[in-house]
């Protein structure tokens, strides 16, 4: 006879099912029904693994500068987090952090002019919608201060008097 999980026999016909098999079936059929990737079966994301962030003397007119990395992981928000720009962001960050707190993972740093910043432990959680870097310039700069990345492992945000540029690096 073959065993039983609950009430549901694994045999078929005279030929018993191992639950071996099963296993690797049931993991293709969530897969391939959309569902999310559970936390067991992550193993590595697709995300940023490290961040470099370099500002000069006059990074922000001398005056620190908060810089935000924001993983989203929650389809629902992720339309209204690509229309902000880094000023809109960075008013509604708690409520955002308040209204989805497993829907978006928020790092974030504050840099004096002319520091340097590496950041090797920025993995990308599981499930990964999209990335953004928000940075938060004094005054109302020209620019949107709001970058989306897509699918790199690692970069180089340098930032300037009133916005930043982005460098992925190769490798």
Same mark, same amino acid.
């Given at each position: 006879m073959g065993g039983w999980i609950g009430n549901w026999s694994l045999t078929r016909g005279t030929h018993p099912v191992s639950r071996n098999r099963f296993l690797p079936v049931a993991i293709i059929l969530l897969s391939l029904a959309g569902c999310k990737t559970p936390k067991l079966l992550c /193993?590595? *994301? *697709?995300?940023?693994?490290?961040?470099?962030?370099? +500002?000069? $003397?006059? =990074? @922000?007119h001398g005056r620190p500068i908060a810089i935000d990395l924001v993983y989203v992981t929650d389809r629902k928000i992720l339309a209204a987090i690509e229309k902000l720009k880094a000023r809109d962001y960075f008013a509604v960050r708690t409520q955002l952090q308040r209204d989805y707190p497993t829907g978006l993972t928020i790092r974030g740093w504050?840099?004096? #002019?002319?520091?340097?910043?590496?950041? !090797?432990?920025? #993995?990308? &959680?599981? @499930?990964? $919608? +999209?990335? /953004?870097? /928000?940075? !938060?310039?004094?005054? !109302?700069? &020209?620019?949107? @201060?709001?970058?989306?990345?897509?699918?790199?492992?690692?970069? =180089?945000? =340098?930032?300037?008097?009133?916005? /930043? +540029?982005? =460098? &992925? !690096?190769?490798?």
């Open positions: /193993f590595s *994301s *697709s995300g940023l693994q490290r961040l470099t962030i370099t +500002s000069s $003397a006059g =990074t @922000n504050e840099l004096q #002019a002319g520091q340097q910043v590496v950041a !090797d432990a920025v #993995a990308a &959680p599981c @499930n990964l $919608a +999209s990335t /953004f870097l /928000f940075a !938060d310039f004094a005054g !109302d700069p &020209p620019q949107e @201060n709001r970058l989306r990345l897509h699918k790199v492992k690692r970069g =180089t945000l =340098t930032l300037g008097e009133e916005g /930043f +540029s982005w =460098t &992925p !690096d190769k490798g």
